[in-house]
């Protein structure tokens, strides 16, 4: 059993998925159960995978044993194994927020056993995109993530399902040019595996075939990470879709295409080796920038609180390309940091975004003066969050950016030491722009919050137990996060292999 | 084996005590007494565990405990040496009489958000704690910035318009200046490979002198921003919107005090004196302190209220703190270490005189003061005595620095700071004694005629317990915790380079 | 309730051509591992003998209780698949390892049993998938739905 | 034979053609349905590209005829094997995205994309 745990952890989930219905169907009352307990099951297998990572390094796992350029192939390294560990525990965490949060907002969504469907289908694909060994499985998983999260965010109304549909067509999009990237790169060396393409591509870099089709998986990895300027749907989707959808979207979803680029730039087109791929990863690391001041001073600008969080998405996702785009293993110790701590920050905001809509009925950020009294541990959850966006010690968005600055300074892109520490600043603007808010402003008279205290559900003022309790794991691993970040760097991150792509 | 293991992580358990404080302060919201004695007890115990490391410091030894990896080759290390004693002592002792204060200040006046207001107070004694002891660069940095945070929602906590506006200054000047020295370490770890302070600095020979010199500036911005250094000087005054015992430990011991305790150590302990004279960064540092000190003497003079004009003595008092170091003589660095603590005592003294004041009066305006040392004399005699010692008085603490620092600028061969310590001693004179003048020799405004005495013996123990102990350093120097010893001790180190 | 077909001929017709779809369904599902075949198309096949029989007969399609069943079975159709390559775990083998399944047969033939094993639940999957797109589209513009099959 | 290298050079050309049709297709409408169908001719374009990369002149469908043992006799089966499944995400993206078209257009009442951004805004 314990040698099975790579195909394990993407079947779990599949398996989860596609037996919910009919576990439904004939056992209603089992259902959460069932969900839960094999979410916490795959996340238990995610910890036993990354400590043999930890111990016995990386792990392959053949489908039907077919050795790799025929077979199938799933890898579980130090990233992908960072990346299937923060997919499974968000998926747990905010299986257990969805409930409690489905069972207040009563006028919401209504097929709830189908969101789960989609939701768990969500988690297989992102499991499987961080697992797979060849690009054409990466393709399969990638399309499974992306439909999933399609329907999910559609789930959310009339809006919700026009802002979908504009996902769809940007994200099909994005995935042909994906498909056509690596139709060049079979047509060039006849294989579809990693290992093997890192073998056979570099004599092959000078070709205008190879050169298409970098530039093609650069469009189409880049739409899906929402790499500005290619970011068009994702404002809109973070808005109007349900909110603990938008909480694994936001934070595991997006960052397995960054996790994509990283697989492809470093282990199969050479990295800072290769002269072409250095060049690429300069442009990524222009875009990323870009991004990162982009969503920060769009984030500014928004009154809305959920739409200042899709802002900051965008900026913050923005971190884990630039940390790529450096390649010092500094940075990629970043990168993989910011993996782990973007996911369980913004995640936990979503979370407190969707309390505020569940309590005070609005997310205006007007509106929420005096939150802080109604509901004081979702208050300071945002504040400990707030603080991590910042980049504030002790909270572990910090030492993202002392990894990220470090990096950039040793690799001497001293632009980007620039960017980083503005970004931090800009995130201070909006950030305690909220705070203020919410724990400093009295509640106008007849205000929003003050009339909303009014009309408080009966079970009580503070959210319900799951919730909370799924917003204080997050804080907690925010912390433990930033304060076990020199271990995790040493001991994990450390062992992120370049294939001889990177900075020294 | 547990005792050991506790003896060997001191410095640790000395940071945590107030965090855990603040956990137990806010779980026990609704119960005022349990709230406060929460503060009392961990307040009791940092000092027990600081001045259990006293002899150990006194005898030349340091503690060191790194109990954590922050990044690879970087530690969480904490290291307790003379310098770092003389700060976390000075701290924590502080910190017990404005607890005190608080409780006395808090009830008299029935403020709202108490609980918010123990808590960050814990959490500020913890982060300075962490400066105090700090090993390294990184750990030195995180501390600085939980400062800040833990300080914002104390200038924010009367919760109006003006207190929102000055805490907004307050994150603007700290967070964006806190940035630049976070460039500075990186640069500091990227050319040194390593950024443990060690006396006399590591720095020198590790880059041209326009590199040490741009990274010397860049690692000054936040201490210096914190310790209200002339052009970065705005949120001060600001801040002191706050209530009085926040002013009284944050602006005159924790905040300003981390800020100049920084610009210390990264002077003394990352590069060196005569480092900085060497890159040239010596002199315009020298330099802008004094101007500090004059400028901000002569706007103290202009400011009506007690508290602003106490602000910018503080500006101009700190600036001795800076110039010392930058001078970089024994004499200099003694008085200029010594000044960190009189100059706290001293300080402390004044915003408790400033609060005892405000919660008898509601009002700070120094021209309607006058007439009310008849009513209240131990209060005014306090504030007396303490403006006299800020000015340099022999038989009060800040004689002793002032004089050293006197010292320091003649052996050093600079006569002008001389005569600038001289005349900033006589402007004090001039701004701060003629609220005690006319305390005791002015008509009673008409208004405060209901005042009848002294105020809440809370508030009155504090001031007269600090006052005394500045009385009493004036003489003896080194009593109580032989500060004076621990500035002689970290003024070696520096020069000889070694602990 | 006994509904009236909706014309003699097609009902005639059905009658007629729904068993030979389902047996051809079949024999393009076992044949599939030889020829052009398998689970896709014969999925589709039977589907196809289900969506007659509703045209035949449009109150089938009104039974509510018809979509649960449908979609529990699109579901448990790739879970047939999963646990057909989850068999061959205890016996030694990684996932979909059909060598070695405990067949009594050569192990080219088990090879071949895996296989149907695994077309067996894609045609139950993509069967009851098609059946469950029709049924939805036929409740389009229906007042008592409510957009929500779960 | 140079008809042959002309023609398989030509076809290239030909999916070139397709693909940026369905993306100027789609850049154009504002009609969704129209979006839709755009986006299926993407998706096509790659599906040819792959199956002509996988074709030879003369080559045979990769099921085995009784009789033909030559390997090389047969086109490569990889890029048909991979298309089928390229073909099930389509059909898959093609299905969801009729479903929102529904919901859209009850929600809206147009399936125009300019005026439902219009509305959206307001």
Known sequence: MMAHIPVMLVLIPLLTALALPAVNWMMPRLTQIFLKSALLFNLALAVLAMRHVVTEGPWHYWLGNWAPPYGIEFVVDAMSGTVVLVAATMAYVIALYARSFFRLDEAGLQARTLFYVLFTLMATGVIGVALAGDIFTLYVFIEIASISAYGVVAMGGGRAAFAAFRYLILGTVAATFYLLGIGLIFAMTGTLNMAQLSELLPPLMGSPAILASL????????????????????????TYG??????????????????????????????????????????????????????????????????????????????????????????????????????????????????????????????????????????????????????????????????????????????????????????????????????????????????????????????????????????VGILAAGIGSGWLTENVFSLIDLAGGGIQ | MTMDVFMGTRPLWAVLVSILAALLILASRNKPNLREFWTIAAALVKIGIVYSMLPAILRGETLSCRPLVLSPGIELFFRVDAAGMLFAALASALWLLTAIFSIGYMRSLHEENQTGYYASFALCLSATMGIAFAGNLLTFFIFFEMLTLATYPLVVH??????????????????????????????????????????????????????????????????????????????????????????????????????????????????????????????????????????????????????????????????????????????????????????????????????????????????????????????????????????????????????????????????????????????????????????????????????????????????LITSIAALILGIYPDAFGHFYSLARIAADNILTGTY | ???????????????????????????????????????????????????????????????????????????????????????????????????LLPLPVHEAERHLYGILFIEVGVTVGVMATIISIFDSLGKVGDPDDRGNLL | MTAAIFFSYVIFWLIALLYVCGFFGMMEHSHLVKKLMAMNLMQTAVILFFLVLGQKIGGVTPISVPGLTDLDAYVNPLPQALMLTAIVVNLSTTGIALAFLIVIKKHWNTLDESEIMRRMDT
């Open chain 1, 215 to 238: 530039c093609f998986l650069m469009l189409g990895l880049g739409t899906k990470t929402a790499l500005v300027p290619l970011h068009a749907w994702l404002p809109d989707a973070h």
């Open chain 1, 242 to 475: 349900p909110t603990p959808a938008i909480a694994f979207l936001a934070t595991a979803l997006l960052k397995v295409f960054s996790y994509a680029i990283y697989r492809f730039m470093y282990q199969v087109f050479g990295g800072h080796a290769q002269p072409v791929t250095a060049m690429a990863l300069q442009i990524l690391g222009w875009l990323a920038a870009a991004g990162i001041l982009y969503g920060s001073v769009m984030a500014i600008a928004q009154k809305d609180f959920r739409r200042m969080l899709a802002y900051s998405t965008i900026a913050q996702i923005s971190y884990i390309p630039l940390g790529i785009a450096i390649g010092t293993p500094a940075a990629l110790a970043g990168a993989a940091l910011q993996v782990i701590s973007h996911s369980m920050t913004k995640g936990c905001l979503f979370m407190i975004k969707g309390g505020m809509h569940l309590k005070l009925h609005t997310t205006d950020i007007g509106a929420l003066r005096g939150m802080s009294a109604i509901m004081p541990l979702s208050s300071f959850a945002l504040a400990i969050s707030a603080f991590s966006m910042i980049g504030l010690p002790p909270t572990s968005g910090f030492f993202v950016k002392w990894q990220l600055v470090r990096g950039a300074s040793e690799a001497g892109f001293g632009w980007m030491v620039g960017v980083l520490v503005l970004s931090g600043l800009l995130n201070a603007v909006y950030f305690f722009r909220i705070l203020e808010n919410v724990y400093i402003r009295k509640p106008e008279q007849g205000g929003h919050a003050a009339e909303s205290h009014g009309n408080l559900p009966a079970a009580g003022p503070e959210l319900p137990l799951p919730m909370l309790a799924a917003m204080l794991i997050l804080v």
């Open chain 2, 158 to 463: 009367e919760r109006n318009e003006e207190a929102l506006k000055a805490g907004r200054q307050y994150l603007t000047y700290t967070l964006i200046s806190g940035q630049l020295t976070l460039i500075g370490i990186v640069l500091v770890y990227l050319t040194a490979g390593q950024g443990d302070f060690m006396p006399g600095g590591f720095m020198s020979g590790m880059a041209d002198a326009p590199v040490l010199a741009l990274i010397f500036l860049l690692l000054l911005a936040g201490p210096a921003v914190k310790a209200g250094m002339m052009p970065f000087h705005g949120w001060l005054p600001a801040a002191m919107v706050a209530p009085t015992p926040v002013s009284a430990l944050l602006h005159a011991v924790a905040v300003v005090k981390a800020g100049c305790f920084g610009i210390l150590r990264i002077i003394g302990y990352v590069f060196d004196p005569k480092l900085l004279l060497e890159i040239g960064a010596a002199k315009p540092l020298a330099l802008l302190s004094g101007i500090t000190i004059v400028t901000a003497s002569l706007i103290a003079m202009t400011r009506p209220n007690l508290k602003q004009r106490l602000a910018y003595s503080t500006i101009g008092q700190l600036s001795y703190i800076v110039l010392g170091a930058a001078l970089g003589t024994s004499s200099a660095l003694i008085g200029s270490l010594y000044h960190l603590f009189a100059h706290g005592i001293m300080k402390i003294t004044l915003f408790f005189t400033a609060g005892a004041i405000y919660t008898k009066t509601h009002d700070l305006d120094i021209r309607r003061l006058s007439g009310l040392g008849r009513t209240m004399p131990l209060t005014f005699c306090a504030y007396t005595f303490c403006a006299l010692g800020i000015a340099g008085m022999p038989l009060a603490a800040g004689f002793i620095s002032k004089w050293n620092l006197l010292l320091g600028a003649s052996e050093s061969g600079q006569w002008g700071y001389a005569v600038i310590l001289i005349i900033s001693g006589l402007l004090a004179c001039s701004y701060l004694l003629p609220v005690a003048y006319s305390a005791f020799r002015g008509e009673r405004d008409p208004e405060m005629s209901h005042i009848d005495g002294e105020p809440n013996r809370w508030t009155l123990l504090p001031l």
């Open chain 3, 1 to 99: 309730m006994k509904s009236t077909p909706s014309s003699i001929i097609l009902e005639v017709a059905c009658r007629l051509i729904i068993p030979v779809l389902i047996v051809f369904g079949v024999y393009v599902l076992v044949h599939g591992e030889y020829s052009p075949g398998g689970g896709f198309q014969a999925g589709v096949v039977l589907a196809l003998a289900v969506i007659l029989k509703r045209v035949m007969d449009p109150a089938d399609t009104k039974k509510s209780y018809w979509t649960y069943k449908i979609i529990a079975l699109a579901g448990m159709g790739p879970v047939i698949y999963m646990l057909t390559g989850l068999w061959s775990i205890p016996f030694g083998g990684n996932f979909l390892e059909y060598g």
